[in-house]
């Protein structure tokens, strides 16, 4: 099948437009956040990556038609810029990295197992190797044939300081999704601190509880 690419309209040839409406289309594809209303070019891609990925989740038509892109070209005014597109073909055509973290008590494998089978089937997991949520999500990845990167704090290295180090290290992979499996991120440090930092850069976050 032909890779998935995004064109400027402009100077190429495309399948589909993907930009917003105008120009005789509906905008569909559109992205809703402006460079100009929204922080600059990498926020609003950043933000249109967000809802991207959790309309995905909770938009089954939309995944059906996200799903019929893949291999065309799509064309946009932005290219060569960086454009929202880019992130359509980032989803069609490279493994999701999903990063998943949570409380070392976390004890639900039920819980991880359901949302980790709901991933694309070439997804990659990234965790930082402790037990609890990591080390639960880790197993379960394995099982259902995903790949696994684990990230082990360097304790006797870093002392207190390495578990925000390995954070930032997993951040840093620059993850399409972080999942974290916790009941009360403001009872906890290690968690609430990677969910905040990926708030930050933009990736989309889930919190998942016991209850949820």
């Known amino acids: 099948m032909a890779e998935t690419t995004v064109v400027n309209i402009r100077t190429h040839e495309y399948d589909v437009y993907v930009g917003r409406e105008g120009h005789g289309h509906d905008g569909y594809w559109g992205n809703p956040y402006s460079v100009t209303r929204d922080g600059g070019r990498e926020r609003a891609i950043a933000l249109y990556r967000e809802y991207f990925l959790k309309r995905l989740r909770v938009d089954q038509e939309f995944a059906a038609r996200v799903e019929e ?73 394995l099982d259902l044939g995903l790949e696994v990167v684990e990230f082990p704090a360097a304790w006797r290295k870093y002392g207190k300081s390495a578990g925000i180090r390995r954070n930032i290290k997993m951040l840093d992979t620059k993850p399409h999704l972080l999942i974290a499996f916790h009941d009360d991120l403001s009872q906890s440090k290690g968690t609430k601190h990677i969910v905040g930092e990926a708030r930050k850069r933009g990736i989309e976050v889930e919190v998942i509880g016991h209850s949820t």
């Open 69 to 141: 892109l893949r291999g065309k070209r799509l064309g946009c005014f932005c290219k060569p810029k960086a454009c929202h597109g880019d992130v359509i073909v980032e989803y069609l055509e490279k493994p999701m990295k999903v990063l998943v973290c949570g409380g070392r008590d976390w004890s639900n494998g039920q819980a991880i197992f359901k949302r980790l089978f709901d991933l694309p089937s070439d997804s990659i997991i990234i965790e930082g190797g402790c037990k609890g949520a990591d080390l639960i999500a880790r197993e379960t990845a």
